[in-house]
């Protein structure tokens, strides 16, 4: 900070004028590499109506670059996002789900599927959700415009990255409500 203040205060002065021009621009490029780095690595993407194949590939995209953990909110969720999702995860990540429509038929689906896979799979149906979001790593956070059941079949969906700051945010109302719901 002083050295930067430094070329910007000399930058007026005729002494080492290109000099302190050189490391002003440096600093404020390094500053935003930084920023750059700290953002989701692939951008939102947007999915016309019968485009739910594209939507698919990109979601089980993002679910297989968890490193340590999925939690997963979707009121509409069912038994298809074991197969279509989850299956390629590697068995010691940790896999949280948060639904509330299909919860008997994902419980079926969610035990077979923990016990075959041998994953730490936890399920917990709650009525105060609405959205749906993912969370990659408890550090990347994604808002799903559609359910994941019926994501660009016939309507227009999306996958978009959230900022860090509120990213943080989201996780914890998530987790104050997971802490809250019924384990199924």
Known sequence: AISFKLAV???TANLNRVANHGIVFTTIH??????????????????????????FTA???????????????????????FDGYLSALSPERQVRLLL????????????KFALQHQCRLEARKTNAIH????FIDDIQCWVLGASIKDAAAKKPTYLA???????????????????AATPI
């Open 9 to 11: 205060d000399g930058m």
């Open 30 to 55: 390094k500053a935003i590499a930084s920023l750059e780095d700290q953002l989701p690595q692939a951008s939102g993407q947007a999915f016309g109506p019968g485009a739910a194949y594209n939507f």
């Open 59 to 81: 979601l089980r995209e993002l679910v297989s670059s968890a490193e340590k953990s999925v939690f997963l909110v979707d009121p509409y969720m069912d038994a298809e996002t």
């Open 100 to 111: 509330s429509k299909y919860a008997d038929d994902a419980r079926v689906a969610a035990e």
């Open 131 to 134: 959205d749906r979001v993912m």
């Open 161 to 179: 990255p959230v900022s860090a700051d509120v990213a943080a945010q989201k996780m914890k109302i998530y987790e104050d409500i997971w802490n």
